[in-house]
C-alpha cells in the first residue's frame, strides 16, 4: 500500500465518522503529517479524481477514491489480524501501521489465505477502537 492509499484509508475514516467530509486538520492529525503535507496529497488526490475538496469544508472521497480505500482498509485489517491473530504480536496496531505502507497486494493475498477473512471485511473495522472488530482479542485488552 502507497502513501496515497494511507491517505485515503484515513479520508474514508474520517468520513465515517463524521458522516461527511474530511477536515484537513483531522486528516493530518490521523496521519500524523503537518496540514501543509495533508494539503499537498489532497491536491494530488484530486488531481487523480480520487477526492474532491472544497476548501474550508473539508475533503470527500470519488467514488474511484471509495473503492481504493475499502482496498486499502481491507488490506490493513488482514496485517492487522494476521499479526495479531497468527504472530500474536502484542503492538500489533504500531506494528500494523509501519507494515501497511511496504505490504503490496500480492503479500496482502498471501497473508488473507492465512487469516481465512471474513467476507463483512472492511466493514469490520471500528474507526473509534482504531481496530478490526474481528481480532481475537477483547476491545477492553486494546483500550490499555
Known amino acids: 500500500m502507497n502513501t496515497a492509499d494511507q491517505y485515503?484509508?484515513?479520508?474514508?475514516?474520517?468520513?465515517?465518522?463524521?458522516?461527511?467530509?474530511?477536515?484537513?486538520?483531522?486528516?493530518?492529525?490521523?496521519?500524523d503529517v503537518s496540514?501543509?503535507?495533508?494539503?499537498?496529497?489532497?491536491?494530488?488526490?484530486q488531481d487523480r479524481e480520487l477526492v474532491?475538496?472544497?476548501?474550508?469544508?473539508?475533503?470527500?472521497l470519488t467514488d474511484e477514491g471509495i473503492v481504493r480505500a475499502r482496498?486499502?482498509?481491507?488490506?490493513?485489517?488482514?496485517?492487522?489480524?494476521?499479526?495479531?491473530n497468527v504472530l500474536e504480536v502484542e503492538e500489533f496496531r504500531a506494528e500494523a501501521k509501519e507494515l501497511e505502507a511496504v505490504i503490496d497486494?500480492?503479500?496482502?493475498?498471501r497473508l488473507d489465505t492465512i487469516i481465512d477473512r471474513e467476507p463483512q471485511c472492511p466493514d469490520c473495522f471500528d474507526p473509534e477502537a482504531d481496530v478490526c472488530?474481528?481480532?481475537?482479542?477483547?476491545?477492553?485488552?486494546?483500550?490499555d
Open 133 to 143: 472488530a474481528l481480532i481475537d482479542l477483547e476491545i477492553e485488552e486494546l483500550a
Open 8 to 31: 485515503l484509508k484515513a479520508i474514508y475514516l474520517i468520513q465515517r465518522a463524521e458522516n461527511g467530509p474530511a477536515a484537513t486538520g483531522a486528516l493530518a492529525d490521523s496521519l
Open 52 to 60: 474532491d475538496h472544497e476548501k474550508y469544508k473539508g475533503v470527500s
Open 71 to 84: 482496498e486499502a482498509l481491507q488490506t490493513y485489517c488482514i496485517i492487522e489480524r494476521f499479526l495479531a
Open 35 to 45: 496540514p501543509a503535507s495533508a494539503n499537498e496529497m489532497i491536491g494530488k488526490l
Open 105 to 109: 497486494e500480492t503479500v496482502a493475498e
